[in-house]
Structure formats: structure tokens, C-alpha cells
């Protein structure tokens, strides 16, 4: 058993170990503070040069049973000394609240082994001799284990300054971990003071000294320091999740109208639009179901006023019928689906990529629409602006996929320069010249300009209905052969306009890794990782899945192999009744086997975790050998 | 922004002659002759008429059915969409152009079974436009199958014999929604009295909620023959603050009581009769807060106003390199 008090002698001259990045992370019962805690250690990481990538640690419940295996609620934090762009393997140092969240974590084999635990110590001395003894045992086989666990008095520590320490105890942890990674002292106060700024100086006072206590207690006490170096920003830099950023985005691309309904991982996007979006005379429309959400979305964007519904799986289903009526009229729409685990209710609160599939191909019928993916939190507030242009362009409707790992995770990107031209045009209510038709298809491209109510001589009824270029229900096959052949057109005349995406690494080699969203950075790492090691293996990631840029096939065929890796299921050929003519493959393999006559593997996970750098690497390697 | 492109262009327009019925009517009805929606075509087309409504600042919303089919018989915009869904696309219509005068034509089947929970909703919500529920207690459309306001007994293709339930009283769900501001009922046999109703509907500032008691010669030929021909068996609603009783639908209709718009528990009782048919004003309440008054703000999406704010929000984010530190947060 490690007491902290134990290295006490050594605490003050220890010097910081130099690392070139760590994963901490800090659990706790719900409620308990560990999410603000290492969102304000990651503000401070950030603002003094470190690449951060976090990761939100949320128990399916509001308020999960305390001291549970499942209750575990926090954060990781990934700093390093260059750029981050994911979450990354297992955990170096965790700091726990009560020794149960912490089971939670290694259950889920969230830590390395032998890593650096450091335990709320009070249960020890429990008045409950089944919590002091479970405890001490638990402590125990940790130890066995090879971890190194540092005992600490967290709420005694605090109890000194505050009367209830539960509410007290996340800022001391903040000190203690500014002071083993050598963050900036008057950057973490400074801080403190930003993260209550709403709350006043009696609230903000009593934290910085908590932060101090926890500060001077590893000083006095632990014998571990460690320092991230960092390069100090030249340029400002936004430190949000991804879905304030979409919210951020919302605004940036002059949509008006936010219709929704509340629905996890998705909400917390229309949670920050709630707060500001009328600041830019937007309005957030809580709507009495998704299907309403998306109706009134339609009804505003039919009305001049490109709107956005936001969304995940569950939701998505029901707006498909909407989405159906948005292609067939040529209403532009953005929807936007921060993908969860499905199928049903699935894994509200966890990463899945399972919706590919059914946002390329969903709704009855030929519903041809645009598909995009955002691949890290930049992108999520650059991409609305992209999906909102090419709605109104070319009046389609523009599903952007995103997913509960990047709605949640927070990395610093520069921060935006504001365009007029993000902006959508004023509503256009001029007369409509004589002779032009409401659906007056271009030949070539299917593209149409759109008549919007109050424009003299544009009247007409849209309709559901199959429709000829005037708008008039088609009774004449011919002409739904036609309606449907220029709505097809106008995804091709998109795919003209798109740019092979750059292929990370070399343009030939023994295996090419292909991925859409949320994977990127995890891809990518895996792939340097056997890079170094001197395996020819390159990545590609796809923003745009439907249409798909022109070029890819040609990038394929630089490969002996090609796989995919996606969070979602895909048939393991290991499995004793799957073969070649049964295997059901991962969303975007089944789409670029039929696209590209290519035999593409894939391979994935669906633990409700983003995909670690380690696992891909293990994968890759595995068809290496 | 709507607002600035919409003056300069009234004025250009205000020249324009006098609106003449045949304006505002579009192709011959496909509607089955004698069908009850014809009616209110007419009373709708007369009502722009008279209140000289420009085409272009007119949209007709309308969800699957044959009522549905109400846009495409109307020369000014229309949108005919999803079954059950034209509320919610007719509140997003309206909720950004205060300009468009917004009009939902919506059946049984559309309003009361698919769409109850728009129908529900919009009626809270009080989103300032006109609802029509063409409601002739049967689907025509799909063929003959009980509706959700069918009376119990009503022999259909899906109730051969006899509808089990009672049916639902549109009247009665729509008085029990919270902030209701307008309810009235009208048959499609006495086209004054529609027209009346109609046009009330249409000065009310907020959701102005019409049942439409409408007959359906295909299906259910003789279903309200017992009401067409015996008066009696209507129950004419008049009020100064509703319709006033003019001496020609006194005449007509020797059933009257006269009834307080205002008094929505009077209203509750008359949607509740079951032996008379009660036409003309239920319930009104100017005071209803309309949604799209109160939800937002006055701000204009102006690229000022967006450029303003977003910055502000930006700096709310923003990690300044140390140089910057003073500089850039003041």
C-alpha cells in the first residue's frame, strides 16, 4: 500500500519527468464535479500550448446508484506536446472519487496496466465496516495488480476550507493535477475564475483555494511530477465540444431555424442554440415529435428559410417519410444525425457509425441526398456552413453524420474568421419572369431554381405527388421517369464539383485504410504507428459519402489491400457460419465494394467506445502478417 | 429581411386591378360531384375575393386525402405534402413570414388520426393561420374505411359490422387543448353560414380551428340526411361577438341559442351534444398567446447581427496565445 504521505521526504526536489503525452482521467458518482474538473484541467492544458483531445466519461443514468461500477461519470483528458486528434489508448493516470467508478474503468479496459491511481482515501475509514472493508481489499488487489495507487485524504484536505466537501472536492483535484503536470499556476486561478465567472467571487474565491490546497498538498506530498512541454499558440484557438460547434456552426451559416426534439447524444447542439441563437434572430423550435421537428424545418425552408433539424438514430428513423417529401419537392433541408448505438433505443449515451447506410439510402423509394461526415470538432462547425450551401444550391436535402464521441469531445482548432459569404442570400421575392416553370429542370444538371412564397407569378402547388416541371401531379408515367432522373442528376452534378481527398501517407503500398468521421485521428495514428515500423500502409478518409468524390477507385487500385475501419458491425469470417457469400460488411465497405468492384475488407467495433489508435493498429497489423 | 424586399414591391404591385373570383381559381376539382369540399372551395375563393388577398401572399397547406387535394384547386401558393403533417410544415411556413397568409386544409383521417398529435400541438402553439377540417366521419381517398370520428355502428371496409367505439368529437378535444383561441363549426350544406364562419376565422389573430361538417356522396351518401332535411336538428349559435343572427338564417334555422364565445365552458357543453349539430362560433379568446410572437427574439438576421454575435460567442471559446492574452480579452 502507497500512502501518499509515504514520499514525503522526496515530494519537494523531485524534478518533472519530461513525457511527450499522457491520458489522464478523473471518475467520480455522478454529480460529484469530475466532467468540470478535467474539462478546466484541459482549458488550462490548452491555453498553454498542449494538443488536448478530451473524451466525456457519461453513465446511462441521470443519477446512477453512488459508488457503482456503472455510475461512473468524468473525463479523459489526452494532452500532449503536439497535436492530439483522438482520444487514445488506455489511461496513464486516473484519479477516482470512490473505488467502484474506478472498477467501471477497468472493466472496460480503459487503463494501462500499472498505471497511476490516485483514490479518494475516506473509505478506508468508513463507518460501514462493508464499504472499509471492500475498500481496503479492492486497494489491495490493485496493488497486487501493479498499480500504483496513491492513497489521498481528498475530502478531509477540503473539509478544512469548505463545509461540504462533495461540492468542493473536483478543484482540489484540479490542483493536484496542475501541480504534477506542471501546468501554469496563475493559468489554472485564472481559470477557476472563468470556469465560475457566472457564479460571483464569493463562489470563485473558495475554489481557488481549493485549487491551492490541492496544489500544496502534492507539493508537501506525492512524488510524481511530470511536464508535458508544450509550444506555446501563436494564433487564438476555440477550445469547444463538437456539438457546440455545430450549434456555433448553425449560426455561422445564417440558418434561421432550428427545429427539434430532445434526444440524446444530439441535444446539448440545440442546448447551446437555446442560449444564443436568437442573438442572430434564430429560433430553436422544440417540436411535439421528430417528425414534427422535421415538418416545421421543411415548412420554414419551403418559406425561404433554410432550416436544420437535429437528430440521432431513433429520430432519424422517424423523419425519413419528412426527408422523402424534402427530395421529392426539392426543398433544401440540413439534417443533422449525431449518430448513437441502434438499432432501437441502442446505447443512447455511446459512439456508433451504424446510420451510413440509412442516410444514403433511407426513405422509400429513389430519395436521392447528400451525405456528409464530420471527421473532428473544426468540422463540425465548418461543415453546417458547407451542408447549408449545398442545400439552398442545389436544393437537396444534406444529412451531416456526426457522433456521440465528437458531440462530446472538446480539441482547440483555430479560431473561425467570419464570412458574409458562410451566409445565406436575403429571400428572394422577386417577380418570377413569364414562362418559367417551378421545377424548370437544366437539362443537364437537373438543377432548378426554387419559387418561394410571396414571389408574384411563382404560384403553384408543390406536392408529395410525382410531378411534372410545372408542379402538376404526374398521371403520365413518362414523366415520372423524368422527375426522378433530374433529381438523380442533380447528386452527379455535385460529385463534378468535389476533389479526390488527399490520402495520408503513400500513393501505393501493401494496404490502404479507409474511414468516414469520427475514426480519423485514430486511423491515422494506427497508420503511422506501423508506418514507423516501416509497413507500406497508407489512410483515406471520406468526408463526402454520398455523392462520392471522383477519383477513389483510381486511389484503390494503388493498394494490394484495402480495408475499412468503421464503428459499426461488420461479420467476422472467423465466425464458423459466416463466409464470403454471407458476410454482412461495415456501412461504407458495402458502398465502395459496389461502387468500385473492389474486394474491400473491413473491420470495426461496436463497444459503444470511439475506436483506440491500439485496436486499429492491432487490426492493420493482423492483415499485414 | 422578408419585410425589406416586400415594401418596395407592394408599391410596384398596388396597381394592379381588382381580384376576380376566376384569380384565385386554378384547374377544374377532380372531387366526386356533390362532394362537400366543393363548398368550401367556393366559400375559401370568395373570401380572397372579397378581402382582395394577392395570390402570392397566400399559401394553402394541406397534408393526404381528399381534402387534401384543396391547394391544387387554388391559383395562389400551395404546399400538399405528408399525411397528418400539414400542421407542423403550416407552423413552419408562418413562423419566419409574418407576411404569407397561412391556410390548412386537413380531413378526419389527416387532422384527428395520423396527425393528432400536430392537431394537438397546434392548437397550443396558436400559430396565427386558418384550419379547415373538412371532416365527413369517412376515408374517401383510401376507399371507404372507418375514421377516427366514424360514429359507433358506422358500417366501413374495416368495420363491416359496425364501428366499435364511439367517435371522436373534434369540437370537444379542440376546447380541452390549452391555449385554444378560436373554434367554430360549419355545415357544408349551408354555404352562407360557412362563408361567415370562414371569413371570422380568418380576421381572428391566432389558430382559427373550423370543423367542417362535410358530406361525402361516394361513401356515406346519406349520412347527415336527417340533419339536411330537418332543421330542427341544427342548433344555430349567434352572438354580437359571433354571428349575429341575421334574419335570413333565423329564418332557416329555428334551433338558436345564443352563446358567449368567450364562455369556453358553455362551449365545452355545446361541442358535447350529440342529437343536434351546434353551427357558428364555439369559443374565442383574443388574448391567446400566439407562438411565433413569443418564441425568438426582434433581432433580423442581418450579416451584422450575425457577425456581432457570432464573434462575441467565438471570444466566449477562444484560447488566446499568451502575446494576445491582454490584447484580446480586454
Not at chain 1, 500499472?114 to 481489499?137: F, H, Q, V
Not at chain 1, 458547407?386 to 469531445?409: C, Y
Request: charged share 25%; proline share 6%; with cysteine.
Amino acid at each position: 500500500m502507497n500512502e501518499g504521505g509515504k514520499h514525503k521526504t522526496t515530494a519537494r526536489k523531485k524534478s518533472a519527468v519530461e513525457l511527450a503525452e499522457h491520458v489522464v482521467e478523473i471518475v467520480s458518482d455522478s454529480g460529484e464535479g469530475a466532467q468540470k474538473c478535467g474539462q478546466s484541467f484541459a482549458s488550462i492544458a490548452a491555453r498553454m500550448g498542449n494538443g488536448i483531445w478530451t473524451v466525456e466519461i457519461i453513465p446511462a443514468e441521470i443519477q446512477p446508484p453512488a459508488r457503482s461500477v456503472e455510475g461512473a461519470s468524468g473525463n479523459r483528458i489526452r494532452l500532449g506536446s503536439g497535436a492530439i486528434t483522438n482520444g487514445g489508448d488506455a489511461a496513464d493516470l486516473v484519479v477516482a472519487f470512490n473505488e467502484h467508478v474506478l472498477l467501471g474503468r477497468l472493466r472496460d479496459g480503459e487503463l494501462k496496466p500499472g498505471c497511476i491511481i490516485l483514490l479518494e482515501s475516506k473509505w478506508r475509514t468508513d463507518r460501514d465496516p462493508e464499504i472499509s472493508t471492500l475498500y481496503a481489499t479492492i486497494c489491495n488487489e490493485l496493488v497486487e495488480g501493479g498499480y500504483r495507487v496513491y492513497e489521498i485524504p481528498m475530502e478531509t484536505e477540503c473539509l478544512r476550507l469548505v463545509t461540504d466537501a462533495r461540492r468542493g472536492k473536483n478543484m482540489f483535484v484540479l490542483g493536484l493535477l496542475c501541480r504534477i503536470y506542471s501546468l501554469d499556476r496563475a493559468l489554472a486561478l485564472e481559470q477557476v475564475a472563468l470556469t465560475f465567472a457566472k457564479k460571483g467571487e464569493s463562489v470563485i474565491a473558495p475554489n481557488q483555494r481549493l485549487l491551492e490546497a490541492g496544489w500544496g498538498w502534492a507539493e508537501e506530498n506525492l512524488d510524481i511530477r511530470f511536464s508535458v512541454p508544450a509550444t506555446p499558440a501563436t494564433e487564438p484557438r476555440l477550445v469547444v465540444n463538437g456539438n457546440t460547434a455545430l450549434g456555433l456552426g448553425v449560426m455561422a451559416s445564417g440558418m434561421e431555424v432550428c427545429a427539434m426534439y430532445p434526444i440524446t447524444p444530439a441535444t446539448s447542439a440545440s442546448h447551446y442554440l437555446s442560449e444564443v441563437f436568437q442573438n442572430v434572430g434564430g429560433v430553436v423550435h422544440q417540436a411535439e415529435d421528430e417528425i414534427a421537428a422535421c415538418a416545421f424545418a421543411i415548412g420554414a425552408s419551403y418559406a425561404g428559410k433554410c432550416a436544420v433539424t437535429i437528430t440521432s438514430g431513433p429520430g432519424y428513423s422517424l423523419k425519413q417519410e419528412g426527408i422523402g417529401l424534402a427530395v421529392m419537392a426539392e426543398i433544401p433541408l440540413v439534417v443533422v444525425n449525431v449518430q448513437r448505438g441502434g438499432p432501437a433505443t441502442g446505447q443512447p449515451t455511446k459512439v456508433e457509425q451504424g446510420d451510413l447506410l440509412s442516410a444514403c439510402f433511407g426513405s422509400h423509394g429513389d430519395a436521392p441526398k447528400v451525405v456528409m461526415a464530420v471527421s473532428d470538432i473544426e468540422d463540425c462547425f465548418y461543415s453546417v456552413i458547407t451542408a447549408r450551401k449545398i442545400a439552398e444550391m442545389f436544393n437537396v436535402v444534406v444529412v451531416l453524420l456526426s457522433d456521440a464521441s465528437l458531440g462530446t469531445a472538446q480539441q482547440p482548432f483555430p479560431r473561425p474568421d467570419f464570412h458574409e459569404d458562410w451566409l445565406a442570400p436575403p429571400v428572394d421575392q422577386s417577380p418570377v419572369p413569364e414562362g418559367v416553370t417551378p421545377y424548370d429542370w437544366n437539362p443537364k444538371t437537373g438543377l432548378a431554381r426554387r419559387f418561394i412564397p410571396g414571389q408574384p407569378n411563382g404560384m403553384h402547388t408543390l406536392t408529395g405527388l410525382a410531378h411534372d416541371s410545372r408542379s402538376r401531379i404526374a398521371y403520365d408515367p413518362a414523366v415520372n421517369q423524368e422527375g426522378i432522373r433530374r433529381r438523380s442528376l442533380k447528386l452527379a452534378a455535385l460529385q463534378k464539383t468535389l476533389k479526390t481527398p488527399p490520402l495520408f501517407g503513400d500513393e501505393k503500398g501493401e494496404l490502404l485504410v479507409i474511414g468516414w468521421g469520427s475514426t480519423k485521428g485514430a486511423i491515422e495514428e494506427a497508420v503511422q504507428r506501423v508506418r514507423a515500423d516501416g509497413y507500406s500502409v497508407s489512410a483515406l478518409h471520406l468526408k463526402f459519402l454520398q455523392p462520392m468524390a471522383s477519383g477513389i477507385k483510381e486511389v484503390l487500385q494503388g493498394f494490394e489491400r484495402v480495408m475499412t475501419v468503421e464503428t459499426n458491425w461488420c461479420d467476422d469470417l472467423e465466425d464458423e457460419l459466416i463466409d464470403e457469400e454471407n458476410r454482412r460488411y461495415s456501412n461504407l465497405a458495402w458502398m465502395l465494394r459496389a461502387r468500385c468492384l473492389v474486394d474491400i475488407d473491413c473491420w470495426g467495433e461496436v463497444k459503444g467506445q470511439p475506436i483506440k489508435p491500439g485496436r486499429i493498429e492491432k487490426a492493420i497489423r493482423q492483415r499485414l502478417r | 429581411m422578408v419585410m425589406s424586399v416586400s415594401a418596395p414591391r407592394c408599391l410596384q404591385w398596388s396597381d394592379r386591378e381588382d381580384y376576380e373570383l376566376e384569380d384565385y381559381e386554378a384547374e377544374v376539382p377532380r372531387w366526386c360531384t356533390g362532394c362537400g369540399d366543393l363548398a368550401i372551395l367556393a366559400a375559401v375563393q370568395r373570401l380572397c375575393r372579397d378581402e382582395q388577398l394577392p395570390l402570392e401572399n397566400l399559401v394553402f397547406v394541406s397534408g393526404i386525402g381528399c381534402s387534401s387535394r384543396f391547394p391544387h384547386y387554388m391559383k395562389t401558393y400551395g404546399f400538399h405534402g405528408l399525411h397528418g403533417r400539414a400542421l407542423p410544415v403550416a407552423e413552419g411556413i408562418k413562423l419566419k413570414r409574418p407576411d404569407l397568409h397561412v391556410f390548412v386544409n386537413t380531413g378526419d383521417g389527416d387532422c384527428c388520426s395520423i396527425g393528432a398529435a400536430h392537431w394537438l400541438h397546434a392548437i397550443r402553439y396558436n400559430m396565427d393561420m386558418t384550419v379547415m377540417l373538412h371532416d365527413n366521419e369517412i376515408y374517401g381517398l383510401t376507399k371507404k374505411q372507418a375514421s377516427p370520428t366514424s360514429p359507433k355502428g358506422l358500417k366501413s371496409n374495416t368495420t363491416p359490422r359496425g364501428a366499435y367505439l364511439e367517435g371522436l368529437n373534434p369540437l370537444a378535444t379542440t376546447l380541452g387543448v390549452a391555449n385554444v383561441s378560436f373554434v367554430a363549426q360549419a355545415v357544408d350544406w349551408a354555404p352562407a353560414h360557412l362563408y361567415e364562419i370562414i371569413s371570422q376565422a380568418f380576421h381572428h389573430k391566432g389558430l382559427s380551428f373550423i370543423r367542417i361538417v362535410q358530406r361525402c356522396p361516394e361513401f356515406l351518401p346519406a349520412h347527415f340526411d336527417s340533419f339536411m332535411q330537418d332543421p330542427e336538428r341544427l342548433l344555430l349559435l349567434t352572438h354580437e361577438d359571433g354571428i349575429p343572427a341575421t334574419p335570413d338564417l333565423s329564418r332557416a334555422y329555428p334551433q338558436r341559442e345564443v352563446h358567449d364565445p368567450s364562455d369556453i365552458n358553455r362551449a365545452r357543453e355545446i361541442a358535447s351534444l350529440t342529437d343536434r349539430i351546434p353551427i357558428g362560433i364555439l369559443y374565442r379568446n383574443e388574448a391567446a398567446v400566439c407562438y411565433e410572437d413569443v418564441v425568438g427574439s426582434d433581432t433580423l438576421s442581418t450579416p451584422k447581427t450575425v457577425r456581432t454575435n457570432l464573434e462575441a460567442e467565438l471570444d466566449k471559446f477562444t484560447v488566446w496565445p499568451p502575446s494576445e492574452e491582454r490584447e484580446g480579452r480586454g
